[in-house]
């Protein structure tokens, strides 16, 4: 007579968080950013994206910045002659 041992059972796998996590973690690289690291990312940008011209809180979404800090960034980028402010508060190259 052969005994029947129970089989062994495995714990039931569960699903996975995969959902992928890069605002997250982006936002908090770029808020531990120095300044002057803030400002080679945006200088790199619009260097990038010729033609780009956002408003403060466009370039505020886009580099993960919170709008008044991302307005003192751009301002002295403005300051030094990187950028230009348009009239309707677009920053853009100068032409």
Do not use: W
Request: aromatic share 8%; net charge positive; proline share 11%.
């Amino acid at each position: 007579m052969h005994s029947h041992s129970p089989k062994a059972t495995r714990p039931r796998a569960t699903p996975l968080d995969i959902t992928p996590r890069p605002l997250a973690i982006s936002t908090l690289n770029y808020r531990r950013a120095s300044a002057p690291d803030i400002e080679t990312r945006v200088r790199c940008e619009f260097f990038e994206m010729r033609g780009f011209s956002p408003t403060v809180q466009q370039a505020a979404r886009l580099f993960q910045l919170q709008p008044d800090e991302c307005g003192r960034v751009l301002t002295r980028l403005v300051q030094e002659g990187f950028l230009r402010q348009t009239p309707d508060g677009r920053f853009r190259l100068p032409s």
